[in-house]
């Protein structure tokens, strides 16, 4: 267990290396962009070492995963962030133990959240997924509401009971005007983000960039990146 804490305890160490100096090239405080680290695949035991080591915002994308690692770690001081495409017969589940939705994308789910939220007696954070190789109204490939979608959405969460609008999501995305082009898609969810602010001032919440590209997430505003890989390393293979 001492080699696997000093292992991502060195990886840790490396990403905070690149949040700072992207921070910096930025002109932007290292306190404006919070680490959120995707734990999916990797165990509880992860998730308390790296709890251990001042980590306080996790991720997970699949509930089946996601509720029994949280349930073991429920002593651990985190924030959990579900981020995967969430089906309406998973959002019971969710909520017992999800601090904040990222992936938001429907009427539906909005409705399915807020019916279980109140159930449980907890406010969920929401943000709204953008797809942005959807066009203005369609969806996209890993889900998500194209950018014409965004104000019915975010005015459906803010009036639902048991739901706080946070802000907005976006994956880079592999196809379209803006696949291959990180900074640009991000970019452009900041332009989102300001037209949502405008009538939403407390959805400050921009959460974009991974692994790879989190230097151009930051250098475009985002306040919030999601990071697995480079803390955890190299996901096993599943099936």
Not at 30 to 54: H, N, Q
Not at 120 to 149: F, K, M, S, T, Y
Not at 208 to 236: F, I, K, N, Y
């Amino acid at each position: 267990m001492t080699d696997r804490r000093n292992e991502l305890a060195g990886n840790l160490a490396k990403v905070e290396r690149r949040i700072a100096a992207a921070c910096a090239a930025a002109g932007r405080a290292r306190e404006e962009v919070t680490l959120i680290v995707v734990t999916k695949t990797y165990p509880a035991a992860d998730v308390r070492t790296l709890s251990e080591l001042g980590v306080r915002h996790t991720a997970e994308n699949r509930d089946q995963e996601a509720a029994p690692k949280a349930a073991e770690c429920a002593d651990l001081p985190l924030t959990w962030h579900f981020v995967g495409q969430l089906q309406t017969n998973k959002v019971r589940s969710v909520v017992g133990y999800a601090d904040v939705v990222q992936s938001v994308d429907r009427s539906r789910l909005v409705t399915a959240l807020s019916r279980e939220a109140v159930q449980a007696e907890r406010e969920i954070g929401c943000l709204i997924q953008v797809a942005l190789d959807a066009g203005e109204n369609g969806r996209g490939e890993r889900g998500g509401v194209g950018p014409g979608g965004i104000e019915e959405l975010a005015d459906l969460v803010a009036r639902s009971e048991g739901l706080r609008l946070d802000g907005l999501m976006t994956v880079a995305p592999l196809t379209g005007e803006y696949a291959g082009r990180q900074q640009a898609a991000f970019e452009r969810l900041m332009d989102l983000s300001t037209g949502l602010r405008a009538a939403h001032p407390a959805a400050t919440m921009v959460s974009a960039g991974m692994s790879g590209d989190l230097e151009q997430a930051v250098a475009a505003g985002a306040t919030h990146v999601r990071v697995g890989s480079a803390v955890l390393g190299v996901r096993p293979r599943l099936g």
